[in-house]
């Protein structure tokens, strides 16, 4: 299913009319849409797609080969062997390139695995042959933190070869309803705050079954695709991983600040600070401050949460209970998230939805267009999001409950407020579970 990538198709078709050659580097998670993404591309061009394993080179290239013979049409080469990639570029010269066309290696970081050189033998190719060609050279990787070592980083191989990048995100929300049409809106809202905006695992979600029943068959069932998800996904882009898998429970149950983690692993703050910087880089975690602060980089009011809804979801429900999944003690873990789930997931990912539904219907809300939204929080008080131009500012509180007593809300909303000082013209908004439910 392709949904979503409207801007990502249009950078791609760019490149495409680029006169001569063109170079771009697709990067994300796994199961984020980067194949489905180029497929969408592709389909109307003359193209080569290569899909890396990390099998031996002669395997995949004579898996390859009917592919590449069709593709330069010359009878004459059809008992060729090709036992390297160096080999398969230099039969690329014979392709008359007077119509462009794209050449993909998808999951280009298995080919990095299996030859630790590919990324610099690749290089040279590229300058001294390819890049003269009317080619589109695409690759594309799910194991992030070797896509910046071998093509993006400063010190990489590939770096200043690119002509554009392409970091493929999660889907908006809205795009939840694409997937599963007939859940309900409060349905909706739930598989937001568990199984997250990745396409692949919202083509999971089976419509005929309820909520809990897809939470116990997809992701609590040891069988299931994403009982192990979270575990295989990490251990592909991190080395000390028990330190990491550690982090990330600690936070998963609700602990945010830098100094409280560091006392329940009982090690040192600066200890944290690479690790922590890690799960940034690789889209899993989040660092705020206060929507407020003047200089962000230097506050020390910052706070850490899950960016991934579903690993969030995967650390507090799976990974903290596999000593019970593992026996099949399902039902166990399914009263827990009963118990729970609204309050500690549910709540936040409204928070998070009105704050994309305030960035993309701005005026559906508020009388401007915000320049920033985000939390605010001092020692004693928080409002769940502040939104905010030169001259306006939107003080909001998000309530995820029934029967809500709007008025009171927004008296305490309003009391808090005072405690920000500014000069803007004041706005007040309390969005709640109802006013979602009857958009």
Known sequence: MFFNREEELKILNKEYERAGSAFTVIYGRRRVGKTALIYEYIKDKLSLFIYATEASFPIQLENLKPQLLKLINKPYLKNIKIETFTQLFELLNEYDFTKKFVLVIDEYQNLCKVDKSFSSQLQMIWDTNLKSKNIHLILSGSVISMMHSEVLDYSAPLYGRRTSNIHLKPLAFKYIKKFVPNASKEDQMNIFASFGTIPKYLEL????????????????????????????LLRQELGEISTYFSILEIISKGESKLGNIASKLQVASTYLTRYLLKLIDL???????????????????????????????WFFYVYKNYNLLEINQVDAVLEEIKTNFNDRFVSFAFEDYVKEELLQNPYKYLEFIPQKIGRWWNKNEEIDLIAMDEKN??????????????KEVLYKLIKKSKLIKHEKKEYFLVITKDDYLNS
Do not use: A, H
């Not at 003047?294 to 809804?309: A, E, V």
């Not at 509180?397 to 007593?405: F, G, L, P, R």
């Open 283 to 313: 889209d899993i975690l989040i660092k705020e401050v206060p929507i407020t602060e003047t200089n962000p980089l230097k506050s020390k009011m910052g706070r850490y949460r899950f960016k991934d809804k579903f690993l969030q979801f």
């Open 393 to 406: 500012i939107c003080f909001i509180e998000c309530k995820w409950q029934n029967s809500v007593n709007k």
């Open 205 to 232: 979600y089976e419509e005929e079954k309820s909520f809990l029943q897809n939470i116990k068959d997809n992701i609590l069932n040891k069988n299931s695709f994403l009982y192990s998800e979270g575990n295989f």
